[in-house]
């Protein structure tokens, strides 16, 4: 057991090293601008290793993030007043503003939106202002709703946070009633 053990922890941390290079790339290039194999020199691992792990840069990037979304939108799903869970996302943005504009600056805004989409359903357990609307009216609702909000963020990020975190709090809120 001890050599799965160990097999688990070197993959594990072949997926941080490739994850903190494309980071670290993503700095100064593109997603779109990078290659594997830059990535993997990066990290100092081997094509192989990348393949074994990840098929694409756009699937590193959204497992790294994967977790981040996955955290506040379990804390989220387990509160009960809909004003607290607006306060939690909003938190959780203006903690993850740095990371957001890399992200932006990077041409990934639309891999982030993939997996904040994944998650955002959980948001909206509970609220619904149209209750006759089921299935895929709510599924539209849902994804209306989602990316109003997701666009005020990046918006906000983009425009280098003129307005303060109220304001833009009390914006989203508005979106909900």
């Known amino acids: 057991m001890a050599a799965t053990e160990h097999a688990q922890a070197i993959r594990k941390d072949t997926k941080e090293w490739i994850a903190l290079a ?12 990078l290659t594997v194999s ?11 290793a990348f393949y074994r792990n990840y098929e694409s840069l756009d699937q590193v990037f959204m497992a790294h993030y994967e977790p981040k979304f996955a955290d506040i939108f379990n804390k ?3 509160q009960i007043s809909h004003e607290q869970k607006i306060a939690d996302l909003t938190h959780f943005f203006h903690a993850m503003t740095s990371e ?11 891999l982030l939106y993939q997996v904040f989409k994944s998650h ?10 149209f209750p006759d ?7 539209y609702w849902i994804h209306y709703m989602s990316a109003g909000v997701f666009e005020v963020w990046i918006t906000w990020i983009k ?8 304001e833009i709090s009390n914006l989203i809120r508005l979106f909900h009633r």
Request: glycine share 8%.
């Open 76 to 78: 989220i799903a387990n």
């Open 159 to 166: 425009n280098g946070q003129q307005e303060t975190l109220e």
């Open 133 to 139: 609307w089921t299935g895929a009216k709510r599924n």
């Open 100 to 110: 957001i504009r890399l992200a932006i600056e990077a041409g990934c805004t639309d």
């Open 38 to 48: 830059e990535v993997v020199k990066k990290a100092g691992v081997s094509l192989m």
């Open 120 to 129: 955002i359903a959980r948001f909206y357990d509970g609220l619904n202002p």
């Open 22 to 33: 494309l980071l670290e790339l993503l700095k100064t290039k593109k997603i779109a601008k």
